[in-house]
């Protein structure tokens, strides 16, 4: 992914703890959808299988935020971006705990994206306080 960085973003840990997340988001929701794929017996789908495409897509929405904020000039919208950030770490969090009621062997990799979530957060915190 190519966002056209400024130079000392790729060192920040909080964006390297997204790009993190972006790829263990995808492993995790490309095995959960080898098992959630197929239809119920009634043949209906797996309402789940939805969560596993929201997970990439608000992971992958992380980064964007991270720099769009890193380049604001002015605070108000320097703050629009750090609430989205905060609602879309909230969403992901909540989406991996709603997975892991799935019926998927692969719900047993979410407990470590929602900790690799807590830590994101915490990166989140301490580098909210510097902008």
Not at 12 to 23: G, N, R, S, T
Not at 89 to 101: A, D, P, Q, V
């Amino acid at each position: 992914m190519n966002y056209n960085l400024p130079s000392h973003l790729k060192d920040l840990p909080v964006y390297q703890k997204a790009m993190d997340i972006i790829v263990l988001s995808r492993s995790i929701s490309t095995y959960l959808n080898q098992d959630l794929v197929y239809l119920n017996t009634d043949g209906s789908e797996d309402a789940y299988i939805y969560f596993t495409g929201d997970i990439i897509q608000q992971s992958t929405n992380l980064a964007p935020e991270i720099i769009n904020a890193e380049r604001e000039r002015y605070s108000d919208k320097k703050h629009q971006h750090l609430e989205t950030l905060d609602r879309l770490t909230h969403r992901l969090y909540n989406n991996c705990k709603r997975l892991e009621h799935s019926k998927s062997n692969g719900k047993d990799f979410l407990p470590i994206l929602r900790g690799e979530l807590r830590k994101f957060r915490k990166l989140q915190r301490n580098w909210m306080l510097t902008l």
